[in-house]
Nanobody, 123 residues
Framework: VQLVESGGGLVQAGGSLRLSCAAS????????MGWFRQAPGKEREFVAA????????DYANFVKGRFTISRDNVKNTVFLQMNSLKPEDTALYYC?????????????????WGQGTQVTVSS
């Protein structure tokens, strides 16, 4: 499966963005999906994950209550709605596909990755 992220940009603290990740080339509904992020000088970290059917979700503690992951298996797209953004949310955001699990927080569980979309939150 090929993944292409979009929706990043520059936003002021307290603002919102909605990231999208469009999948092609394989059966999207057979993959659990995740979002990760990487800030300059830091390791890639888990943000959120959603199961194949979209029923089960998981979030990193630092985004609970602010971010929402969802998916549309008809449109082959996974979304990340980000509200109440903070400067520390500034990072390159990646979506990833997991063919064998249910939506892990571990980056090594994901076989396919997109190129990322930049999110910058100004104070």
């Amino acid at each position: 499966v090929q993944l292409v992220e979009s929706g990043g940009g520059l936003v002021q603290a307290g603002g919102s963005l909605r990231l999208s990740c469009a999948a092609s080339g394989s059966t999207f509904s057979s993959y659990a999906m995740g979002w990760f992020r990487q800030a300059p000088g830091k390791e890639r970290e888990f943000v959120a994950a959603v199961s194949r059917g979209g029923i089960t979700t998981d979030y990193a503690n630092f985004v609970k209550g602010r971010f929402t992951i969802s998916r549309d298996n008809v449109k082959n797209t996974v979304f990340l709605q980000m509200n109440s953004l903070k400067p520390e949310d500034t990072a390159l955001y990646y979506c990833a596909a997991d063919a064998y699990g249910s939506g892990s927080s571990r980056a090594y569980a994901y076989e396919e990755w997109g190129q990322g979309t930049q999110v910058t939150v100004s104070s």
